[in-house]
């Protein structure tokens, strides 16, 4: 069992290869300027390179987020509710084949995914107890922005999906354990 574990790759690691490898695909941070200056037409030139660069930036977060998660989910004891919804973010982040695809857009390419993955951090921090208590709605605001409201609708739904399966599964764990009246 501790081969199989050590053949199983670090999620959070493949998030980080996935980033190097979209900054060196295509014209790397010029093609975030490009969708910049798209995305945010009264922009001026100087606003367009700030906003790549906090879409970078934001984008660079992203495992950061992930490992943090993991730890306080591990400190908690909250593995079983807090890993597979990670576990689905990641995998979208992953999968190069997605709503932007970073195969093709590069850096840009991995903004649906970063959104998706602070989406589903926020999704955590509901309930009495914040998960993480980290004010993430800056950068969702942005990200929003950018990627345009159906976009981030579509994402949404995802992220919401994820959380409605976790409680599903959990329900039925619940319906299979609870005795009897």
Same mark, same amino acid.
């Given at each position: 069992?501790?081969?199989?574990?050590?053949?199983?790759?670090?999620?959070?690691?493949?998030?980080?290869?996935?980033?190097?490898?979209?900054?060196?695909?295509?014209?790397?941070?010029?093609?975030?300027?490009?969708?910049?200056?798209?995305?945010?037409?009264?922009?001026?030139?100087?606003?367009?390179?700030?906003?790549?660069?906090?879409?970078?930036?934001?984008?660079?977060?992203?495992?950061?987020?992930?490992?943090?998660?993991?730890?306080?989910?591990?400190?908690? &004891?909250?593995?079983?509710?807090?890993?597979?919804?990670?576990?689905?973010?990641?995998?979208?982040?992953?999968?190069?084949?997605?709503?932007?695809?970073?195969?093709?857009?590069?850096?840009? &390419?991995?903004?649906?995914?970063?959104?998706?993955?602070?989406?589903?951090?926020?999704?955590?921090?509901? &309930?009495?107890?914040?998960?993480?208590?980290?004010?993430?709605?800056?950068?969702?605001?942005? #990200?929003?922005?950018? #990627?345009?409201?159906?976009?981030?609708?579509? #994402?949404?739904?995802?992220?919401?999906?994820?959380?409605?399966?976790?409680?599903?599964?959990?329900?039925? #764990?619940?319906?299979?354990?609870?005795?009897?009246?």
């Amino acid at each position: 069992m501790s081969t199989r574990r050590r053949e199983q790759s670090d999620p959070v690691v493949d998030v980080m290869a996935v980033i190097q490898s979209a900054k060196a695909r295509g014209t790397g941070l010029e093609g975030m300027e490009s969708l910049m200056a798209r995305a945010l037409p009264e922009a001026d030139d100087e606003e367009v390179c700030e906003a790549a660069g906090l879409g970078l930036e934001i984008i660079e977060s992203v495992p950061v987020f992930l490992a943090r998660a993991r730890q306080e989910a591990g400190e908690r &004891g909250l593995e079983h509710v807090v890993l597979p919804l990670l576990e689905r973010a990641e995998r979208y982040f992953l999968k190069p084949i997605d709503l932007i695809p970073e195969m093709t857009h590069g850096l840009p &390419g991995l903004l649906d995914d970063a959104y998706l993955v602070i989406r589903t951090l926020q999704n955590l921090d509901h &309930g009495s107890d914040p998960f993480l208590d980290w004010d993430l709605e800056a950068p969702v605001r942005f #990200l929003t922005r950018v #990627l345009g409201g159906a976009m981030t609708d579509r #994402l949404d739904a995802i992220a919401e999906e994820a959380l409605d399966d976790l409680s599903d599964r959990l329900d039925a #764990l619940w319906d299979s354990t609870a005795h009897r009246a």
